[in-house]
């Protein structure tokens, strides 16, 4: 069964203390994995896109990292304004499977 | 123009009214999608357009309705909703069958009652 699973569910970090999201999937025919960054009542905001093992792609604080059966988002020293949900999705052909999300809360 | 536009942005209608909502991109892209998210939910996939044509519908409910009028515009129209209906409906677009991601829209708050 295809299926997303992300780990922690929420998360409490002090601003500057770095920590890591995780994404692991079970989906056949991969063709992209996504993060997405979600602000209450909004819509979610891309981030990253992943299409082979052991790509990288970077952005201000945030780096994304791929392996064949998961991904991890890392935090470097994290500021209150990115206390958000983070979204990881998988691609197969036209379908998105979105995982549960991580609720970050990055506390001053 | 990088952006989705879902309008309006809160609704709130009674279970034996009939609305719409719309949205609306202009990036290109021939494939539209509406998703449903419940509160700490992820998204959930209700239809997807490709090339103006419904390619899936997630066995929603015929109480919602979708409608795509031109490759630009993408409209939900709901008729006698239940309050367990209420929830944030999100739009988003992408090229057909291509692995880059979704654009998303801001999405519609609705409040059935």
């Known amino acids: 069964e295809d299926q997303v699973t992300q780990s922690p569910e929420a998360l409490r970090l002090q601003e500057g203390e770095s920590s890591s999201l995780n994404c692991s999937y079970t989906?056949?025919?991969?063709?992209?994995l996504f993060w997405y960054r979600q602000d209450p009542g909004k819509g979610p905001e891309f981030l990253f896109t992943?299409?082979?093992a052991g790509e990288e792609k970077e952005k201000e604080r945030l780096k994304a990292t791929l392996t064949k059966k998961e991904s991890f988002l890392h935090i470097t020293a994290p500021k209150p304004e990115d206390s958000a949900t983070y979204l990881c999705a998988v691609n197969n052909f036209n379908k998105f499977y979105f995982g549960s999300g991580t609720k970050l809360n990055v506390k001053p | 123009d990088t952006e989705v536009t879902q309008t309006p942005k809160h609704l709130v209608m009674g279970m034996t009214n009939k609305k719409s909502l719309k949205c609306e991109q202009h990036?290109?892209?021939?494939?539209m999608y509406w998703y449903k998210q419940k509160a700490k939910k992820p998204p959930e996939l209700m239809f997807v357009y490709s090339y103006e044509k419904l390619s899936i519908n997630e066995s929603v409910p015929s109480r919602f309705s979708p409608e795509c009028p031109n490759s630009s515009l993408l409209n939900l129209h709901l008729h006698a909703l239940q309050p367990e209906d209420s929830a944030l409906y999100l739009c988003?677009?992408?090229?057909?069958?291509?692995?880059?991601?979704?654009?998303f829209g801001s999405g519609t708050r609705l409040t059935v009652v």
């Open positions: 988003a677009s992408s090229q057909v069958g291509d692995p880059y991601g979704y654009t």
């Open positions: 992943l299409y082979s």
């Open positions: 989906v056949s025919g991969l063709r992209g």
């Open positions: 990036m290109g892209h021939r494939a």
